[in-house]
């Protein structure tokens, strides 16, 4: 038998907290992220429409600009819920795109590497593992959600004169909300699919048909039942009447899609079905080991 | 904190098909080996004494602590698979450095000991180069070194061996030895047998998914009665030792050597044997130039048990 001298020194220093160690993950995904031009433009675009609101708001308050191109402030209404709804939308188009691109890479290649025993062989759980990938898109959707109209909302709270930051809280809350939701379900949804599909482009064009085959389907049933429910199988629109409620705007007749009708109870169910199913899928499929029955 | 790797009456079954069932084993701090045939279930035992596998019945407890509370199980346990698994596009740098550093260490030294670590495998030059282009013997040190690199108590290796080249083979076989010198335990599933026997403290044979025999190869090698252990002796007189022998029970068959200069003895009891020749030497003046066992050794112990093998000779 061996002699067993105890001289081996395991590490005693100071270890970096679970949070920060929940970084790595993420951190490492975002190396190879930005060398996509393509998603790089993706990204960039999706500022666009935020610099642009805040051009608004900055010429709304500048009156010798607004005269010197012939306008009035009470020409240009001023930014209310709608308008923060309307950019939420546009801000949640932006980041479906971003999660259809980089969604399905960030479990797949794992799995099909095998690399998977390699993450949960240290001081990392399942849920931990999932955690840190949702933070990859958790982070980068919400840099082209919450955080611009947030940047948004306080530049216009700083150029009105009135209270009007103080008067609107709500937008800002519902803002952020409807996008902190948003960005969960979209992730969770994507990852899911990512786990289920191996195939990176192949898990792209799933999850654009369930995105864009469920609305038509949608569509066609409230045609053909005549009623509002089939919007819940359009995710966007259900991410519209949850944020359209959450703002405290109206989102029937005239919505920014123009379609959302769907009640409220609906947009939940729809929200509960796809995270309870996509929370079942990972919990499926993220293991160490696959067990083939 | 207790101080082995303990199995209590664990089963684990995919669907309807075996991966283990009911072992009962305790091992110990040293090095270990489990042995096997493909599907035997050795990398069973190690994925469910990592918690990368549940077990359907039973409890497995790694000094003390449950397989599934990572957080606390990865800061003692190492663990390299035998599959060459890494994730996309990372250098041994990058891929040793980034693990190390989910163990909570902070950059610089993560990055200290990754470099230190890569040294000591020989891959110093090629660390900053992608795995994607290393070749198996180098992926397989890259293995070893992010199993070890956090000075776990518990190093489980699946097929550590597989891809080296002798000489790596020898420097990674020297530093099991040292690992487990100091007093961890190092639990080896391998294939080559002739390195298990050199490297093994005790081994663990595993047939379709139950544990046939563990303990120190000669004490399992004694175990295996219904199958006489072949000891060789080279002497003066064999044709005397022969006829000795033959008037003993637990002498099954001799056979002498062609030049006369030796016998191989086939026996129910080598302990006997042995004890006869020394009477041999004493009372009769036996000149004994080598006494070597033929068969006590792993590969024995695996043809008897694992693959059911009779004519030894």
Redesign the interface.
């Known amino acids: ?11 005693e ?4 907290t ?1 949070a920060e ?1 929940l970084l ?1 993950l993420p951190r ?1 995904a975002y190396r ?1 992220l930005f060398a996509s031009r393509l998603f790089t433009g993706l990204f960039s675009a999706a500022f666009l429409p935020p610099i642009l609101g805040a051009v608004y708001v900055w010429l709304r308050s500048n009156l010798p600009m607004l005269a010197r191109i012939g306008l009035t402030p009470d020409k240009l209404p001023v930014p209310d819920g709608r308008f923060f709804l309307v950019g939420l939308y546009v801000q949640l188009c932006f980041a479906a795109v971003i999660t259809l691109v980089q969604g399905p890479a960030l479990v797949s ?2 799995l099909v ?13 399942r849920t931990q593992y999932v955690l840190g990938k949702f933070l990859v898109l958790g982070l980068l959707l919400s840099a082209v959600t919450w955080v611009p109209l947030t940047l948004l909302f306080l530049l216009q709270g700083a150029l009105e004169t009135e209270p009007w930051m103080a008067a609107n809280a709500r937008i800002l809350f519902g803002t952020v909300a409807a996008s902190l939701l948003a960005i969960s379900v979209l992730s969770l949804f994507s990852l899911a699919l990512s786990a289920w599909v191996k195939s990176k482009a192949f898990a792209r064009a799933v999850m654009a048909g369930m995105i864009f085959i469920p609305t038509g389907l949608g569509l066609e049933l409230n045609r053909m039942l005549h009623t509002d429910w089939g919007h819940a199988l359009n995710l966007l629109a259900v991410f519209e009447t949850i944020g359209a409620e959450l703002l405290g705007v109206p989102s029937r007749n005239g919505g920014p899609t123009g379609t959302p009708d769907l009640p409220l109870a609906g947009a939940l169910l729809s929200i509960a079905v796809v995270t309870s199913g996509s929370l079942l899928l990972l919990n499926r499929r993220l293991r ?2 696959e ?3 | 904190m207790s101080g082995e790797i303990a199995f209590d009456d664990v089963s684990k079954f ?4 075996l991966g283990v069932n009911r072992v009962t084993i305790a091992i110990a ?3 270990t080996s489990l042995v096997g045939p493909n599907g035997s279930g050795k990398t069973t035992l190690m ?1 469910l004494a ?4 549940r077990p359907t019945r039973g409890r497995v407890r790694v000094l003390g602590l449950s397989p599934h509370d ?10 390299c ?1 035998q ?8 250098t041994g740098l ?1 891929f040793v450095t ?2 190390l ?6 950059r610089s ?1 993560a990055e200290g000991r990754a470099e230190a670590i890569l040294t000591r495998f020989g891959l110093r030059e090629a660390m900053t180069r992608k795995i994607a282009g290393y070749s198996k013997g180098m992926r397989q040190r890259v293995k070893l070194a ?1 199993a070890i690199v ?4 518990v190093v489980l290796l699946d097929e550590p061996l597989n891809g080296l080249d002798p000489m790596a083979r020898a420097e990674v076989m020297e530093l099991f ?1 040292e ?6 335990h190092v639990v080896i599933s391998s294939h080559i047998l002739h390195e298990v026997d050199q490297l093994s ?1 005790r081994v663990i044979l595993v047939k379709g998914g139950y544990v046939v025999a563990e303990g ?1 190869i000669h004490g399992v090698r004694t175990e295996v009665a219904e199958e006489p252990m072949s000891v060789m002796v080279r002497c003066d007189r064999p044709a005397f030792l022969a006829s000795r022998l033959f008037a003993q029970n637990h002498t099954v068959e001799v056979a002498l050597h062609d030049d006369r200069k030796g016998l191989m003895v086939r026996t129910r009891d080598a302990d006997l044997l042995y004890r006869l020749l020394n009477r041999a030497v004493v009372e009769d003046g036996l000149e004994i130039e080598r006494v070597s066992s033929a068969d006590d050794d792993v590969a024995a112990v695996y043809r008897y048990l694992i693959e059911g093998e009779r004519d030894m000779r």
Do not use: K
């Open positions: 038998m061996a002699v067993f001298d105890r001289q081996y020194q395991p590490w220093g100071v270890r970096t679970r160690r790595i490492y190879g290649p794992d590497n095998g690399s998977l025993p390699l993450y949960l062989s240290r001081p990392v759980s160490a080991f067990v083939v029955r | 995919y669907g309807e098909v701090p040293g090095i994925n990592t918690g990368l596998l990572p957080e606390r199980l990865f800061r003692l346990v190492g663990y698979t599959f060459d698994a890494f994730p996309h596009g990372m990058t980034s693990f550093r989910l163990h909570g260490l902070s030294e992010q956090h000075e776990p108590r030895r690992l487990a010198g100091n007093g961890r403290d120190g």
